[in-house]
C-alpha cells in the first residue's frame, strides 16, 4: 500500500503561480511513476504531468511551458510547479503513483483557484 498526501492549493490571482507537493508513504519502493492529475466537476479526470524513476516527464499540452514536474526519489516526494495560472487551471489536483504491478495510488486532492 501507498499512500499520498498533497499540500499547497490555494487561490490566487490569474498569472500567479502556486507550488503543490505530494508525500509518499507506506511501500514507496513499489513506485514508478508519480504525476499529477486534474479534475473539475463535470469532466474526467486528465493527467497533468507526470514522472518516471529515472526523471522522464511527460507533460499535457495545456500546461507545457507554464509547469514543471520535479521529485526527490530518496525522499518519495513530487512536486508541481505552477507558473502563469489561467482561471481554466481551476480544479481539483490529485497525485498519483503507479506501482510496478500497474496499481495506482491516489491522494485526496488538493484545491486550485485561479480567479481572473
Known amino acids: 500500500q501507498v499512500q499520498l498526501v498533497e499540500s499547497g492549493g490555494d487561490l490566487v490571482q490569474a498569472g500567479g503561480s502556486l507550488r503543490l507537493s505530494c508525500a509518499a508513504s507506506g511501500s514507496r519502493s513499489t513506485i514508478n511513476t508519480m504525476g499529477w492529475y486534474r479534475q473539475v466537476p463535470g469532466k474526467q479526470r486528465e493527467l497533468v504531468a507526470s514522472?518516471?524513476?529515472?526523471?522522464?516527464?511527460n507533460y499535457a499540452d495545456s500546461v507545457k511551458g507554464r509547469f514543471t514536474i520535479s521529485a526527490d526519489n530518496a525522499k518519495k516526494m513530487v512536486y508541481l510547479q505552477l507558473n502563469s495560472l489561467k482561471p481554466d487551471d481551476t480544479a481539483v489536483y490529485y497525485c498519483?503513483?503507479?506501482?510496478?504491478?500497474?496499481?495506482?495510488?491516489w491522494g485526496q486532492g488538493t484545491q486550485v483557484t485561479v480567479s481572473s
Open positions: 498519483a503513483a503507479d506501482s510496478f504491478t500497474l496499481i495506482r495510488y
Open positions: 514522472i518516471t524513476g529515472g526523471g522522464s516527464t
